[in-house]
């Protein structure tokens, strides 16, 4: 059964991240974020594709937020509490606990600055998060109604995770935002070879190679030198928790070293938060910080104190982090406004912006922004852009996809054209399948591999009798017990026997079902007897009919042909004109009622070239379509031996799978 894939956000975009993911009938939503680019009902995903009347828990079985940045969980609130959505919501601890102070920050700024109606409120907040069910690292549980999940260390930001979900055999793996290079506080992400069905994996750096680590902090730290230097004021917009604990570590060593006495600042109150979040989840963090936190408290800064907005007007030369990262609200943007118009100023952006964002217009070198109705300002500011985004490259991307093995990869959130070069990649040098739908797009991904079942005491029972009766009458014929033995034993007639004698009797090693497969809610099919069905379904059915469909291989049939049918006397003289008439359907028939007669001789192999079929002991072998590469083989006995045995001539003798 395909995995079925639909993109409410982040497809061919950054920001709104929301994917439905159907597996065996199971609906479970990969994150829950808001756009950042929108101010109107875009900013949520389009949750009306689900379903019209609004009930959303007959549908969606499971949601999973794979980190706290608002892309990510923004309209997690109100997919719960407005639209009315009470399954059950997993994530990590970290995420759960920061994802709640982010969302309030948002609603605050959304709602008591701008006036926005129809947004969730502060209580809305309280009861989503009390739905939620946390996840560790590494744990898998069942969630019910057979979805297993598993979570893997991610990096990019704390409590980041990626999570495999599986349900049945199939399995995907969603990556959520992930980063591949260590840094000064997180580990690098991490999964193992778990070959899932599907591997949904961003793709916000799709084209892009970053280059050294050190080189890009060395120059950072070299511009905002400079502009200091020279009375400027650098401003670099940040999210709260991620890169802006990166760079803080970075400027609060470099102004240890230098001796600097430039005040740098961070918005009020995120610090503190902060510290706090990091103390608490410090499992999530690098090993060097893991080893010397006791001693001391990286996050302990001396130089980087908290930041009023009265600070702004100050004449003279300062560093401020603030918050949000884009640009789009909030304190970056309100002291955007008062230093953009100074030349001596510089911006930094140290991370990926949004379309439709400020940051994103800052990027894109427009002098002249309209940031609302009653607000435009003129840019002279220096504009550097320097990436210490904490997700991974296009060579991180390729490396994860590597680890874990996927058989078919989906991008999302990135550009759909710069997605388009990444899928070549992907093609070309690991030769996978790979997708990038748009949003409101529907994708069915094949699944392969075993499919589970669980097979019926009946039915065991009645193939494990056939398969004593074919020991007993192979060991009858071979002479290992007489007639008269009424329960015969292997172990009594063969342990005195020579070895080479044991080799000969090629016992039955494995014993066939075939059964009547009968889906089952919530758990894996059921393999039944064919009385059984009666009961189970409540049906009467004269008959049950079973079909098998195989590819064929022509050269090895016509190879198998050769060294068993060319030294037959029945078939030596024809042979050559049944090989050359393999160019049709009946040819086909003709050679292999041929190979089958010459094998099992006590068969009674009929080909009957009007009706276009073979018929041995009435099991049914046609061709399938009008093509020459597939068969059919139909019975309609659920344990008939022959139809057993066939199966297993047709498979290892005449090797006609590719």
Request: charged share 25%.
């Amino acid at each position: 059964m395909p995995i079925k894939l639909v993109p409410l956000g982040a497809g061919q975009d950054v920001g709104r991240s929301c994917i439905i993911a159907t597996i065996n009938n199971r609906n479970v939503m990969l994150d829950c974020g808001t756009h950042m680019g929108y101010q109107d009902e875009r900013r949520f995903p389009d949750f009306s594709y689900i379903t019209k009347d609004g009930d959303m828990n007959k549908l969606i079985d499971a949601v999973i937020i794979s980190h706290f940045h608002l892309d990510h969980c923004g309209a997690l609130p109100y997919f719960t509490e407005i639209i009315g959505y009470n399954g059950p919501i997993y994530m990590t601890a970290p995420t759960k606990a920061v994802a709640a102070i982010l969302l309030e920050d948002m609603r605050k700024v959304a709602v008591e600055r701008k006036g926005e109606l129809g947004f969730f409120s502060s209580e809305d907040i309280i009861n989503c998060m009390k739905k939620v069910i946390t996840i560790d690292l590494h744990q898998t549980i069942d969630i019910g109604k057979g979805i297993n999940v598993k979570c893997y260390y991610a990096g990019h930001v704390l409590g980041a995770a990626m999570f495999q979900v599986a349900v049945g055999a199939a399995s995907l793996v969603y990556t959520g935002d992930f980063n591949m290079t260590p840094d000064r506080h997180l580990g690098a992400a991490w999964i193992d070879k778990c070959k899932p069905d599907v591997l949904i994996t961003e793709s916000t750096y799709a084209t892009h190679i970053r280059d050294s680590k050190r080189s890009r902090e060395r120059d950072f730290l070299n511009k905002v030198h400079e502009c200091v230097a020279k009375g400027g004021k650098v401003l670099i917009p940040v999210f709260a928790l991620g890169r802006a604990q990166e760079l803080c570590i970075l400027v609060e060593s470099y102004w240890e070293r230098m001796g600097l006495k430039v005040p740098v600042y961070f918005s009020a109150g995120l610090t503190e938060r902060a510290n706090e979040y990091y103390k608490l989840f410090i499992g999530w963090t690098n090993q060097k910080i893991k080893e010397t936190f006791v001693d001391k408290n990286m996050f302990d800064m001396v130089h980087i104190q908290s930041f009023d907005m009265d600070f702004a007007d100050e004449p003279g030369p300062q560093v401020l982090f603030a918050s949000p990262g884009m640009l789009h609200a909030g304190t970056s943007l309100e002291v955007f406004k008062k230093w953009c118009g100074d030349p001596k100023n510089m911006i930094i952006m140290p991370g990926y912006c949004v379309a439709g964002t400020v940051g994103a217009r800052v990027l894109a070198g427009e002098k002249h922004i309209q940031i609302d109705k009653n607000t435009r300002v003129e840019v002279n500011m220096s504009v550097e852009n320097l990436s210490f985004s904490a997700h991974a490259d296009a060579k991180g991307i390729l490396q994860l996809i590597r680890m874990c093995e996927p058989r078919n990869v989906v991008l999302v959130h990135g550009d759909k054209h710069k997605m388009e070069s990444l899928k070549k990649r992907v093609f070309q040098e690991l030769h996978l399948p790979c997708f990038d739908p748009p949003n409101g797009g529907v994708l069915n991904v094949d699944t392969e591999g075993p499919i589970p079942v669980q097979i019926s005491r009946d039915l065991t029972r009645t193939v494990m009798e056939n398969a004593a009766e074919k020991v007993t009458q192979k060991m009858k014929k071979d002479h290992l017990f007489s007639e008269k033995d009424k329960q015969p034993s292997l172990n009594h007639n063969i342990t005195h026997l020579p070895l080479d004698d044991l080799a000969e009797l090629n016992p039955i090693c494995c014993a066939p079902f075939s059964g009547i497969l009968i889906p089952n809610d919530g758990d894996f099919p059921h393999l039944v007897s064919n009385n059984e069905v009666y009961s189970r379904l409540g049906k009467a059915m004269k008959s049950v009919e079973f079909s098998v469909r195989h590819h064929i291989n022509l050269n090895k049939l016509c190879k198998y042909a050769d060294i068993h049918l060319s030294n037959t006397k029945q078939y030596c003289t024809s042979l050559l004109t049944m090989k050359q008439n393999l160019n049709t359907q009946s040819g086909i028939l003709k050679l292999m009622a041929a190979i089958l007669q010459s094998r099992r001789l006590e068969w009674n192999v009929e080909f009957k070239e009007e009706e276009g079929y073979l018929d041995i002991e009435g099991i049914e072998i046609k061709m399938d379509g009008d093509t020459l590469n597939d068969i059919v083989i139909k019975w309609e006995d659920t344990f008939t031996s022959t139809a057993d045995d066939l199966q297993n001539i047709l498979d290892s003798i005449l090797q006609i799978k590719s």
